[in-house]
T-cell receptor
Framework: SQKIEQNSEALNIQEGKTATLTCNYTNYSPAYLQWYRQDPGRGPVFLLL?????KEKRKERLKVTFDTTLKQSLFHITASQPADSATYLCALPYNNNDMRFGAGTRLTVKP | DAGVIQSPRHEVTEMGQEVTLRCKPI?????LFWYRQTMMRGLELLIY????????DSGMPEDRFSAKMPNASFSTLKIQPSEPRDSAVYFC?????????????FGPGTRLTVL
């Protein structure tokens, strides 16, 4: 069966460091992958989409990689700030209209 | 645009009662999605609509759950009768085209507690 795994439930890092979150998937061949941010008490907010033919994508301090051979996406936040503290979810298409989400990684950036 | 609007934000009810959750999607979006989020199971898709028509309800847990979209600006998710295991945060999301490549915009969610 199809599975999406995010490396850990929680990740704690010091302000200014780079946070790296992992999304692994099995029994999928997605044409793209999305990353969302979710703050407590709020719905997920879309951050980035990366297609299978794109190795890397950047948006300000965010960088996403997509390795279809390893079946893995890495999500990096450089120069992290306490305001980056949130839960980050990866999502893959199940079919054209249906996205399936990972359980999320809760990132805490300590000042 | 106000974004996706959900009501109520919090609902506490007793087992056996009927619960109705409401959603107003972003104007002009053709697709509407209902999700449930729990610590154990994460974010799960329950059902989605295209132009007010239910397309896939395979995620609806059982017959106690039903969803309707009478018009382009309103949808409801009903649980009757409710059970304690239905306690979760229910999100509504909408997107322009419905293709997964299109961004889904989530509402703030309804936190449901069934006692």
């Amino acid at each position: 069966s199809q599975k999406i795994e995010q490396n850990s439930e929680a990740l704690n890092i010091q302000e200014g460091k780079t946070a790296t979150l992992t999304c692994n998937y099995t029994n999928y061949s997605p044409a793209y992958l999305q990353w969302y941010r979710q703050d407590p008490g709020r719905g997920p907010v879309f951050l980035l989409l990366i297609r299978e033919n794109e190795k890397e994508k950047r948006k300000e301090r965010l960088k996403v990689t997509f390795d279809t051979t390893l079946k893995q996406s890495l999500f990096h936040i450089t120069a992290s700030q306490p305001a980056d503290s949130a839960t980050y979810l990866c999502a893959l298409p199940y079919n054209n209209n249906d996205m399936r989400f990972g359980a999320g990684t809760r990132l805490t950036v300590k000042p | 645009d106000a974004g996706v609007i959900q009501s109520p934000r919090h609902e506490v009810t007793e087992m056996g009662q009927e619960v109705t959750l409401r959603c107003k999607p972003i104007s002009g979006h053709d697709y509407l999605f209902w999700y449930r989020q729990t610590m154990m199971r994460g974010l799960e898709l329950l059902i989605y609509f295209n132009n007010n028509v239910p397309i896939d309800d395979s995620g609806m847990p059982e017959d106690r759950f039903s969803a309707k979209m009478p018009n382009a600006s309103f949808s409801t998710l009903k649980i009757q009768p409710s059970e304690p295991r239905d306690s979760a945060v229910y999100f509504c999301a909408s997107s322009l085209t419905g293709l997964g490549i299109d961004t889904q915009y989530f509402g703030p969610g309804t936190r449901l507690t069934v006692l």
